[in-house]
């Protein structure tokens, strides 16, 4: 499977962007598998839902209906988009990852989103289990001070943190996610032999993009 290009790595990686230029080059597809785990956050918490409660987490899925438009999420015909990018979504939406229950709901979305073919999906488990038989994995990583760097930049200039949150938690934060996404017995975040390591804390994003289409099957 040569049309299906998936994309793991840690947060900070610059996975999004990387994954958002090679689409466009390619006229391919875009899929970021990890806004879909962040609609479940934000439901869960629009719901007052508990995330370790996978019961009440399976039955808000039941009844959801995640749609991407251009740019855009849409749940239930609402966009979300803004609404999912906050940071406390994003540390709520590495813990219902790590439930079974919510893995396996959308990991049959991911799938039929990405044999629609011509596809490049990204997150942390894209090359190990939702697309274990494409030809063309990579796996992205920086340092944690680059990746820090990054994320501090972007809640900055989107005003989604204050001045008194330094680049120290940051990264620190960063830590505390790594070792839970890799750690979590139902699909960690891991590098395989099949993929392509792009360590980006150097490059250009042009020069990532160059790296990764030089090396496509």
Known sequence: MKNIITIDGPSG????????????????KYLDTGALYRVVAWKADDAHIDPD?????????????????????LVNGIDVTSQIRN??????????????AV??????IQRELGLQGKAVIEGRDTGTVI?????????LDASFEQR?????????????????????????GIKTRDNRDSTRQNAPLKRTDDMLYVDTTDLTLEEVVAKMIGALK
């Open 53 to 73: 409660n996978e019961e009440e987490l399976d039955r808000v899925l039941e009844n959801i209906k995640i749609t991407f438009d251009d740019n855009r999420i």
């Open 148 to 172: 820090g760097k990054r994320r501090h930049k972007e809640l900055k200039e989107s005003g989604k943190i204050d001045d008194k949150t330094t680049l120290e938690d940051i990264i620190e």
């Open 87 to 100: 940071p406390d979504i994003g540390e709520l939406s590495s813990k219902v990852s790590a439930k079974p």
């Open 131 to 139: 697309f274990p038989e494409s030809e063309n994995k990579f796996f």
């Open 13 to 28: 990686a610059g996975k999004s962007t990387i994954a958002k230029l090679l689409a466009k080059k390619l006229g391919y």
């Open 103 to 108: 893995r396996a709901r959308l990991f049959s």
